[in-house]
């Protein structure tokens, strides 16, 4: 991932990508040469990102929960580059526990709802017209927490379950011009990589793994860069579980 492959003259669109999994994505993708939109509510550090990523790299400022805002943004990326290939909602509210299901309040259910389910949806409602137009792709990041629960995950499960859902109904409804695809990562250490750094992780996170490690963004990326590749064209409407194994283990106290 050494080189930076000419631009390729597609643009995809990254919620969330100034960090973590969705920077990952947006790196990966700039290196296969594609003109990538880094869109954040992190206006500081989504600048400097693109600015590091380089000419391939465009940030655009987006709460994906707010209806007004998706549809400016939107219209600064068509504004910017005429066209969109790809759309990969990756913004969400990461941190999984919301306490006590007895002390969940209304606003944080709703708040996790809007960001992690709802933005999604309205990503893909403003950007279909022109994703329709280049036979584009859609790919939702969800979990592997969408199968299986620690306690006092109720809202973000309840997201990520959704998104699987609403993955396969946009398949069904936007295809065949557009294709809806899901990847569910399970254990990613998502961190900075001074973070890795200061603080690497044990022997005993890596070796609970049936594939011997915790993952990496880009275990990640390079599955959603199939998923937008002309490889997988009769794909759609399916999750792809990138976990290490993990909700394949049974795991019983001793």
Not at 1 to 24: C, D, H, K
Not at 85 to 112: M, Q, S
Not at 181 to 194: Q, T
Request: proline share 4%.
């Amino acid at each position: 991932m050494e080189s930076r492959a000419p631009n390729n003259g597609r643009v995809a669109l990254v919620t969330g990508g100034s960090r973590g999994i969705g920077l990952g994505i947006a790196a990966w993708l700039i290196v296969e040469g594609w003109q990538v939109v880094i869109a954040d509510v992190d206006r500081r550090r989504g600048a400097i990102v693109a600015q590091e990523l380089g000419d391939n790299a465009w940030f655009v400022a987006l709460d994906v929960s707010s209806e007004p805002h998706v549809a400016l943004a939107v219209a600064e990326v068509l504004g910017q580059f005429g066209r969109l290939d790809a759309l990969i909602n990756n913004a969400g509210i990461a941190d999984p526990i919301n306490g006590p299901l007895e002390e969940l309040t209304l606003a944080h259910w709703n708040r996790v709802l809007a960001v992690n389910l709802t933005g999604a949806m309205l990503l893909a409602k403003h950007c279909a017209a022109y994703l329709r137009s280049h036979h584009g792709s859609i790919i939702n990041v969800s979990s592997s927490r969408a199968h299986q629960s620690e306690p006092h995950t109720e809202a973000y499960s309840a997201t990520k379950g959704g998104l699987l859902a609403l993955t396969h109904a946009m398949a069904v409804s936007l295809g065949p011009e557009i294709r809806v695809n899901a990847v569910s990562p399970g254990w990613i250490d998502s961190r900075d990589p001074s973070a890795r750094r200061d603080e690497p992780l044990g022997e005993t996170d890596h070796a609970q793994h049936p594939a011997g490690r915790v993952g990496e963004v880009e275990d990640i990326a390079s599955a959603v860069a199939w998923l937008l590749s002309p490889d997988s064209e009769f794909v759609t409407g399916q999750e792809f579980v990138i976990d290490g194994g993990m909700t394949r283990k049974m795991i019983y106290a001793e």
